[in-house]
């Protein structure tokens, strides 16, 4: 049986510096919690980030979902992100031509290049649309990232065994931008990349309800069982009494089942 890599080792094996950075702040803050911060007014958005901000590796943004967005609260969420030692993944999955997601990425109203640690994208436009974005990135001095979509989370989907093992593919062709995975289960045992799991609450079935296709597990089992790394928890976090207890509770189940995972 193959031994478990800990987040502190994958961060010295790996030589993409934004899995590096990642697994580092993942294993001093002792968090595999990506926040998915879901929300429609900036304001609450940057208070949450505040109160959770402690206890994540990660806050996830829906940036386009935001109805008083300006470049100023992007500053101050920046500036909450240094304070508290978390990265800024936008979730927009880009899905186009490397011409025009290097322009949606870098330009626009939003500008998510200049703010964001790191996106994700679609693998089905294939390698052009990787190498548009990488482009864009290149102008910055700190580190940049993408995930590529290998699987998703909702009843339906048309994602099929071989999308997901040619976007692994797709993946390692371009492991000095692309860093890991939105994924349902571990994809490779390649140290370096990351697997991010939504799709989670505690209680998968008699939580909140989605009529909306969204399926979900529980923290352990993404962890353990099916090996991810990282948690995405959005409304699991959100539509609870208490936002920052229930994180804290969400960063403590998903860490312990990595540090089990780490001893089986
Ligand atoms: O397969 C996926 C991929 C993503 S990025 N399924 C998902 O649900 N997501 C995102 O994760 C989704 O866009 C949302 O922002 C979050 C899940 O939110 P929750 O409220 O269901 O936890």
């Not at 943004?61 to 909450?80: A, R």
């Not at 045992?189 to 799991?197: E, K, L, Q």
């Not at 079935?205 to 948690?231: F, H, R, W």
Request: glycine share 6%; hydrophobic share 35%; with cysteine.
């Amino acid at each position: 049986k193959e031994k478990e890599i800990s987040f502190e080792e994958r961060a010295e094996i790996t030589n993409n510096k934004m899995a590096k950075k990642l697994f580092q702040i993942m294993s001093l803050k002792q968090s595999n919690l990506c926040f998915s911060a879901d929300v429609e007014s900036f304001d609450l958005l940057l208070k949450l980030a505040d109160e959770i901000g402690p206890n994540i590796c990660i806050l996830k943004t829906h940036i386009d979902i935001l109805n008083d967005f300006n470049m100023d609260k992007v500053q101050e969420l920046v500036n909450l992100s240094i304070k508290h030692n978390f990265l800024i993944f936008e979730d927009r999955k880009f899905a186009d031509i490397g011409n025009t997601v290097k322009s949606q990425y870098s330009g626009g109203v939003y500008k998510i290049s200049q703010w964001s640690n790191f996106v994700n994208a679609h693998s089905i436009a294939g390698s052009g649309c990787v190498q548009g974005l990488k482009e864009a990135a290149l102008q910055y001095d700190e580190p940049k990232g993408c995930l590529l979509i290998a699987q998703l989370s909702c009843k339906n989907n048309l994602i099929d065994k071989t999308y997901t093992e040619k976007t692994v593919k797709l993946a390692e062709e371009h492991s000095d931008f692309i860093f890991g995975f939105i994924c349902q289960n571990k994809l490779t045992d390649n140290p370096g990349f990351i697997h991010i799991t939504p799709g989670i609450q505690f209680n998968e079935n008699n939580g909140m309800s989605d009529n909306l296709g969204q399926q979900y597990t529980t923290p352990e089992m993404a962890i353990l069982q099916n090996k991810c790394d990282v948690i995405v928890v959005g409304r699991g976090i959100l539509k609870s009494e208490n936002p920052a207890e229930t994180a804290l509770k969400y960063k403590n189940t998903a860490y312990e089942a990595y540090l089990k995972r780490l001893n089986l």
